[in-house]
């Protein structure tokens, strides 16, 4: 069910809108949005491949580069959950 409303939100188009919040001048506010990708990536591969579609790959990759330590992680991990590899290249 959750899945299904995580579907609809992200078909909506806030995911462009959302991966400005990486490059914003909080850390916090970075970090949190790192998250919310993350929490959507992690349920089907589907919902990372809406992610990937919106710009999400390349504002993941990004935040990466652009941040250091903790901060990194949750970016990270949105890789590592369900993003298949032939996106990232």
């Not at 992200?10 to 919310?36: C, E, H, W, Y």
């Not at 710009?55 to 935040?63: F, K, Q, R, T």
């Amino acid at each position: 069910m959750l899945e299904h409303y995580l579907q609809i939100v992200v078909a909506a188009g806030v995911f462009p809108t959302i991966f400005m919040s990486l490059k914003d001048s909080d850390p916090q506010v970075r970090r949190n949005t790192a998250i919310v990708v993350r929490e959507v990536c992690k349920h089907t591969v589907e919902l990372a491949q809406l992610v990937l579609s919106g710009g999400g790959g390349a504002a993941i990759v990004e935040n990466v580069t652009d941040t250091c330590g903790s901060e990194r992680l949750p970016s990270m991990k949105s890789f590592l959950l369900k993003i298949p590899i032939n996106h990232l290249v």
